[in-house]
């Protein structure tokens, strides 16, 4: 009996770029097929369908009908996003999410239980550095470089633009359709990847912003600095910005010359991964002479092509649980919205009260 073949749709163009990366990947993938494509903005979705092929449809209400459509992609602006996967999940759809997730912790907690009540598997974007680095994970649970202790994640991009080649941001400077500003855009990930790696709660986030190029997209910041402290004694800091401008202050996504790193510290070496420079990994074992340098890691956000569908499809068929879940998701996001208190008190917050 032939595997079957997914049927898959893109709701919502706010962020093109991971649908143009889906469809992009699409026609060597086996397991799966883009249909369809659903978006307001008339003149994006007729270019963005036939581009690729896809059927088109004005609302994601039309898209979420279809019978014929097993897993949708939601990639909306942010504040589209909560009310569009609870509509995803009633419909019975799989669910592929965007990020940042929610507007809001309470809309997050409506829409991890309006998947957990469907049933559905649901893969986030903020959560896929479980996927794609499962192998480094193994390696600091194998002791590598001994306990970790600290962790530093850097990303310095430029700001997007709303649609390909438009020079404008767009609603990624919105504040009534964004929970933040560059932090959570570029960092969202890490706020569960550091827990993650390290392996304990964060108990206490410290945070900075400031407005160093784009001064015209306040109270939006384009840099923001995080401290955690974790309960079991390690901290991390994260660093999250849009002061790349070099040669121009918006590009598409990937941005252009971008700088991305993540450092782990342990009591008994260290390892630093780089997406800028190859070999992009270097290595610092417990006991060695002198750090080993590897070449590049796999892609970080999930193996290829296209990541984030193929674990969803092997959680579907095999009924396993995704290893990212929302609820990781939903923890992401509780340490970012903690960060942007704290950076609004100038107090430390403790992200679980």
Not at 150 to 168: F, K, L, N, Q
Not at 209 to 234: I, R, S
Request: aromatic share 8%; proline share 7%.
């Amino acid at each position: 009996m032939a595997a079957k073949r997914w049927r898959v749709g893109v709701a919502g163009l706010g962020h093109w770029y991971s649908g143009f990366g889906l469809a992009r990947a699409m026609p060597e993938y086996a397991r799966a097929e883009l249909v369809a494509v659903a978006w307001p903005n008339e003149a994006q979705r007729t270019q963005f369908a036939s581009m690729f092929g896809l059927e088109s449809h004005a609302s994601y209400e039309e898209l979420l009908a279809r019978k014929d459509i097993d897993i949708v992609h939601i990639a909306p602006p942010v504040v589209d996003i909560p009310a569009l996967t609870i509509a995803a999940a009633r419909a019975c759809k799989h669910i592929i999410l965007g990020k940042p997730m929610a507007m809001s912790l309470a809309q997050a907690d409506e829409m991890v239980a309006a998947v957990a009540r469907a049933g559905v598997v649901c893969v986030p974007w903020q959560a896929l550095f479980r996927v794609g680095q499962a192998g480094l994970k193994r390696r600091l649970e194998a002791g590598e470089i001994g306990e970790v202790k600290v962790v530093h994640a850097t990303g310095r991009w430029s700001i997007a633009e709303d649609w390909p080649a438009s020079g404008r941001p767009g609603w990624f400077a919105d504040p009534a359709c964004v929970p933040g500003g560059s932090f959570i855009d570029e960092g969202i990930g890490d706020c569960d990847r550091v827990r993650w790696l390290v392996g304990s709660e964060v108990v206490r986030v410290e945070g900075k912003v400031a407005n160093y190029v784009h001064l015209d997209v306040a109270p939006l910041e384009d840099w923001g600095f995080a401290t955690f402290t974790f309960a079991n004694g390690a901290h991390a800091t994260l660093e999250y910005s849009w002061t790349i401008n070099a040669p121009k202050k918006t590009g598409p996504s990937p941005k252009q010359n971008a700088f991305r790193q993540l450092e782990i510290v342990g009591t008994r070496g260290e390892i630093v991964t780089s997406t800028l420079q190859e070999p992009s990994t270097a290595v610092l074992r417990g006991g060695a002479a002198g750090w080993d340098f590897e070449r590049r890691l796999p892609e970080p956000y999930g193996p290829q092509p296209p990541g984030a569908l193929d674990h969803l499809i092997d959680c579907v068929e095999s009924g396993k649980a995704p290893t990212a879940r929302i609820e990781d998701a939903r923890e992401a996001l509780r340490l970012a919205l903690a960060f942007y208190r704290a950076a609004r008190t100038g107090q430390p917050v403790d992200p679980r009260v």
